[in-house]
């Protein structure tokens, strides 16, 4: 059918109906000229190899459409996340073409029985008479339209009842369902009777169990349970112990209450008052430190045990090392060996400090000193000069004068020098 056909049966279909005639035998055609059922699919598996046209931005019933407009398509491919058609000349099976593992595919084929679209209201001439009869793309491959008030139907030709419903007889919101000569109503929950006008009593069944009191609601009931029960019909016993009131003990479950028992170290109706253990004192020399159920001591410096009741002894560690370790209240004293001084006796006396050595070298050694003299000097502080003329060092018969740390020698001429062993000479002296 070409374009300009199409128009002037548009134009006929406008006028008719403007007119408001009954347009007897007048056909509508639709732009699809052939049409194929497609009915064999595999999910996540397509037809590879046989590759006609890969169409974007379609899905599955456009995609058939495609295939059916096609003169050589005989199965597709559809992807309808990413929206891809793709047109096969070939279907399973057929010259050794197979189906491949493909996620998120769809595959349809068919044996192609394709229809010739705009002929069935020629030929069959569905609708009743003076109702318009249109071709569609899909089986029948026709529709009537345009019934009138009276008819109903696919072809137009059941006769419409009387409708017992229009009088709206349902109350409550309740829904009407004509039937031949009468009607029906389906009642909103709670509602009862022929037109849903009466209210159910859900008490009447005396629902709430251990006295408790019903209050009819609609479509419903609420109990209002007795202090220790609870539940929609007041059924269950409230476990009064759910909520772990006792946080330091075993809880009892009672009718509206509990009981504890308390763990050892706590008092009190909830079992939440803890006992002082610290309340004896019974830290001698440090602090009580109360903890459930008992009490540790933190003691004072130089006290320990578990009730800070024995001296440390500060000497066991022996902290003097050369003297007598003493011990004392959190402290220690040392008494220090000879030669050694300090607060632990760890630092060697220097005996030299008074400078016993007069006229030497003092030489500072273990808890005593030694002295190097001097030169004519001797003694166990180099205080003793030495009389070296007892030796006899003036030759000659020189006088020899001793002095502190040395000596002098007073020569007889002709003799001079130190020790009077040079002779004067005539004329210049040798």
């Given at each position: 059918m070409g374009f300009d056909k199409k128009?002037?049966?548009?134009?006929?279909?406008?006028?008719?109906?403007?007119?408001?005639?009954?347009?007897?035998?007048?056909?509508?055609?639709?732009?699809?000229?052939?049409?194929?059922?497609?009915?064999?699919?595999?999910?996540?598996?397509?037809?590879?190899?046989?590759?006609?046209?890969?169409?974007?931005?379609?899905?599955?019933?456009?995609?058939?459409?495609?295939?059916?407009?096609?003169?050589?398509?005989?199965?597709?491919?559809?992807?309808?996340?990413?929206?891809?058609?793709?047109?096969?000349?070939?279907?399973?099976?057929?010259?050794g073409s197979s189906l491949v593992q493909r996620p998120g595919w769809v595959y349809k084929s068919t044996d192609y029985n394709q229809t010739e679209v705009g002929e069935s209201c020629q030929r069959l001439h569905p609708c009743a008479s003076n109702v318009l009869c249109r071709e569609t793309c899909h089986h029948p491959y026709y529709?009537?339209?345009?019934?009138?008030?009276?008819?109903?139907g696919l072809h137009c030709d059941k006769q419409k009842e009387h409708n017992q419903c229009l009088t709206n007889p349902c109350k409550n919101q309740g829904s009407c369902i004509s039937e031949e000569n009468d009607y029906r109503c389906i009642c909103q929950p709670g509602f009862t009777a022929k037109n849903c006008e009466q209210e159910i009593d859900e008490c009447t069944s005396l629902p709430c169990f251990n006295g408790g009191a019903c209050f009819d609601r609609l479509n419903?009931?609420?109990?209002?349970?007795?202090?220790?029960?609870?539940?929609?019909?007041?059924?269950?016993?409230?476990?009064?112990?759910?909520?772990?009131?006792?946080?330091?003990?075993?809880?009892?479950d009672?009718?509206?209450?509990?009981?504890?028992?308390?763990?050892?170290?706590?008092?009190?109706?909830?079992?939440?008052?803890?006992?002082?253990?610290?309340?004896?004192?019974?830290?001698?020399?440090g602090i009580c430190n109360n903890l459930e159920n008992h009490f540790s001591c933190t003691c004072n410096p130089g006290w320990a045990g578990k009730r800070c009741f024995s001296d440390?002894?500060?000497?066991?560690?022996?902290?003097?090392?050369?003297?007598?370790?003493?011990?004392?209240?959190?402290?220690?004293?040392?008494?220090?060996?000879?030669?050694?001084?300090?607060?632990?006796?760890?630092?060697?006396y220097n005996e030299c400090s008074s400078n016993p050595c007069v006229?030497?070298?003092?030489?500072?050694?273990?808890?005593?000193?030694?002295?190097?003299?001097?030169?004519?000097?001797?003694?166990?502080?180099?205080?003793?000069?030495?009389?070296e003329c007892l030796n006899s060092p003036c030759q000659n018969g020189g006088i020899c004068h001793n002095t502190n740390g040395g000596y002098s020698c007073y020569c007889i001429l002709p003799f001079y020098g130190y020790h009077c062993e040079k002779v004067m000479g005539f004329g210049r002296r040798k």
């Open positions: 128009t002037q049966l548009a134009r006929l279909l406008l006028v008719c109906l403007m007119a408001i005639k009954r347009c007897n035998g007048l056909i509508l055609r639709l732009p699809c000229l052939v049409h194929a059922d497609f009915t064999i699919f595999e999910v996540d598996w397509s037809l590879q190899g046989s590759l006609l046209e890969t169409i974007q931005g379609i899905h599955d019933g456009d995609c058939t459409l495609e295939c059916v407009k096609h003169p050589k398509c005989k199965s597709y491919n559809i992807q309808n996340v990413t929206a891809i058609c793709e047109l096969n000349s070939k279907i399973a099976g057929e010259n529709e009537c339209i345009h019934c009138d008030s009276l008819h109903s419903g009931f609420q109990c209002v349970c007795i202090p220790g029960f609870v539940g929609q019909h007041c059924e269950t016993d409230y476990n009064e112990c759910s909520s772990n009131p006792c946080p330091n003990g075993i809880c009892r009672l009718l509206n209450s509990f009981s504890c028992t308390c763990n050892a170290g706590w008092v009190g109706i909830t079992c939440n008052q803890d006992i002082n253990e610290c309340a004896s004192n019974p830290c001698g020399y440390i002894n500060e000497c066991s560690s022996n902290p003097c090392i050369y003297g007598i370790c003493n011990n004392l209240q959190n402290r220690f004293s040392c008494t220090c060996s000879a030669g050694w001084i300090g607060s632990l006796c760890n630092h060697d006229n030497g070298i003092c030489n500072n050694l273990q808890n005593r000193f030694s002295c190097t003299c001097n030169a004519g000097w001797t003694g166990t502080l180099c205080n003793k000069d030495i009389n």
